[in-house]
Nanobody, 121 residues
Framework: VQLQASGGGLVQAGGSLRLSCVGSGFTLDYHAFGWFRQAPGKEREWVSCINMNGDETAYSNSVKGRFTISRDNAKNTVYLEMNSLKPEDTAVYYC???????????????WGQGTLVTVSS
């Protein structure tokens, strides 16, 4: 089982980035997905998740209205579209695959390596 996250980079405040998480070695169709982030010196926090059908999503209050999670099962990929980025969004972003959204929120699942997002003011 592998999850490969990409798409991070340096962006100015107000800008946008799209993160991708490509899965291999398992059937993505039967898994929910989520994104967490960890800023320097802080604990890893939940950002967003999407159920296996893609018809249920959830967001933390800090990103609601600015970030959008989506999935393309044909491409084994989950996306996190990030708009109106703020300096406080700076963090390493991690994707996770789990059986349900509930399990993902408890951090139970397969983790990918992180991708660094840096938002300059």
């Amino acid at each position: 089982v592998q999850l490969q996250a990409s798409g991070g980079g340096l962006v100015q405040a107000g800008g946008s980035l799209r993160l991708s998480c490509v899965g291999s070695g398992f059937t993505l169709d039967y898994h929910a997905f989520g994104w967490f982030r960890q800023a320097p010196g802080k604990e890893r926090e939940w950002v967003s998740c999407i159920n296996m059908n893609g018809d249920e999503t959830a967001y933390s209050n800090s990103v609601k209205g600015r970030f959008t999670i989506s999935r393309d099962n044909a491409k084994n990929t989950v996306y996190l579209e990030m708009n109106s980025l703020k300096p406080e969004d700076t963090a390493v972003y991690y994707c996770i695959a789990g059986r349900t959204i509930t399990l993902i929120r408890t951090r139970s699942g397969y983790w990918g390596q992180g991708t660094l997002v840096t938002v300059s003011s």
